[in-house]
């Protein structure tokens, strides 16, 4: 076999360790993150794996191999078909049904079992585990673990007479590391002082401003709404989710002087004429100097969306400065919005959406390369490079029973790096639209200013 630090090295390629800033489930914010899940997708180096892990023990010493679940599982499963011991399975919890055991496989009372686990961190988990196991009258005497992180678990284990076997530290592996050239100096230095106990300080990211952003805007659409932003010291989209051309009219000239973009659904006015609607709606957003956004959330392959873009009675083509378009229908979907910006749909703020993790990243990956795309509706952070729109904002901080969920100025700005809050019900719901557009334009430029 390879030498022990080829090998890690090709573990480490897997991805198995990331370093940065990490939040673990203590709550304790960490330099390092250990998952060493991945390894079980790579055949040759979970063989590899196996067999290091056994040539560090007495083998005649063990009647059972039994994996933590569920990193360790696959581990333990290889370590048996190398080894020909046994296999049994320790559940993570006891069936509801059935037998309701909690340990699975042949055994006999007795028996000496080797335990097997990925990480170990505290040990805390491991004697827990351990006392399950024992509780079938299985003896449990050695551990063997492929990662220490050196935070007291082996010490703990071994304290209460267990004896446990390391592949690898978390001190090595750094030491393998920066000798590769893979870990700074300084991020070696943050990490011992981690595992000391010492508090660790974490460079802050910094959020750019307004104006960085504007000076690195490639497209015309972004340009104007960061000068916009910069000139009325605002940030504010107010959504006008009404029903009638005076409601709508009503509502942009009183709160035209606080935002930057008027966000519509300009199907819903149900007394809609190109002439009557769009047109002094459009001699009002030059007068107060804002944007227009329709909210048409379009969802639908190419040919349709250019169609319901271009045409019909609505033709937004013609007077929307940009739109909202779902990214379902892939890169080349958005490709019919030339003349206009687009913000993508990423997440919805929806209680139940099914906008999930892996859905948000692809969405993010035609967000980040399409060039009509200058930003994002999402309920979390995204790249720099684009413009973070978060809708559901609310100084009352609240739902509304119906499955939507607010957020504060304060929380979106400082935890998510907004650039700019759409706020609905909050201004066009309330009594006095013009004095509530005026609070929420002072808190969201306060809670930039603050951001940043």
């Avoid at 107010?238 to 930057?260: F, N, Q, R």
């Avoid at 003349?339 to 749909?345: D, E, K, L, Q, T």
């Amino acid at each position: 076999m390879e030498s022990k630090k080829e090998f890690f090295l090709e573990c480490y390629k897997l991805g198995i360790i990331k370093f940065g800033r990490f939040t673990l489930k203590s709550g304790i914010e960490s330099p390092f993150y250990v998952d060493l899940r991945p390894l079980a997708s790579d055949p040759k180096i979970l063989k590899n794996l196996a067999n290091y892990l056994l040539d560090m023990l007495p083998l005649d010493n063990f009647d059972l191999i039994c994996g933590v679940p569920y990193a360790a599982l696959p581990m333990a499963t290889a370590m048996s078909l190398e080894s020909y011991i046994p296999l049994i399975i320790k559940r993570k919890e006891a069936k509801e049904y059935g037998t309701k055991k909690m340990i699975e496989g042949i055994y006999q009372k007795g028996q000496n079992c080797l335990l097997v686990e990925d990480v170990i961190t505290s040990g805390k988990s491991l004697v827990e585990t351990i006392a399950e196991i024992e509780q079938e009258d299985i003896k449990v005497a050695d551990i063997v673990v492929v990662l220490d992180r050196e935070q007291g678990g082996k010490q703990l284990l071994e304290s209460k007479g267990y004896r446990v076997h390391t592949l690898f530290n978390i001190s090595e592996v750094c030491e393998i590391l920066q000798e590769n050239g893979d870990l700074s100096d300084a991020e070696v230095q943050r990490i011992n002082d981690f595992l000391k106990g010492n508090h660790i300080q974490f460079e802050e990211k910094k959020r750019l401003s307004y104006q960085q952003k504007f000076e690195q805007a490639q497209h015309s659409v972004s340009k104007k709404l960061l000068e916009t932003a910069l000139a009325k010291e605002s940030n504010l989209i107010a959504s006008a989710d009404v029903t009638t051309t005076k409601e709508l009219l009503e509502l942009a000239e009183k709160v035209g002087p606080h935002i930057i973009a008027l966000k519509t659904h300009i199907d819903i006015i149900s007394d809609f004429d190109y002439q009557n609607t769009i047109i002094p709606l459009k001699e009002i957003a030059s007068k107060h100097k804002f944007l227009l956004m329709e909210d048409r959330k379009f969802a639908d392959i190419g040919n349709t969306q250019e169609l319901q873009f271009t045409s019909g009675v609505f033709r937004i083509t013609d007077w929307a400065d940009f739109v909202t378009s779902q990214v379902i229908g892939g890169f080349e979907s958005l490709d019919c919005f030339k003349n206009v910006g687009v913000v993508a749909i990423i997440g919805m703020s929806s209680k139940g959406t099914l906008t999930s993790n892996n859905y948000r990243e692809e969405a993010l990956k035609i967000a980040l390369s399409h060039p009509n795309v200058i930003g994002g509706v999402s309920q979390n952070p995204i790249p720099e490079e684009i413009l973070l729109f978060t809708p559901g904002v609310n100084l009352a901080d609240s739902g509304d029973g119906k499955g939507q969920q607010y957020n504060t100025p304060e929380h979106v700005f400082k935890t998510l790096h907004t650039d700019f809050i759409i706020v609905g019900r909050g201004i066009y719901k309330s009594e006095n639209p013009e004095q509530a557009a005026s609070q929420y334009k002072s808190a969201g430029w306060n809670a930039y200013l603050t951001s940043l």
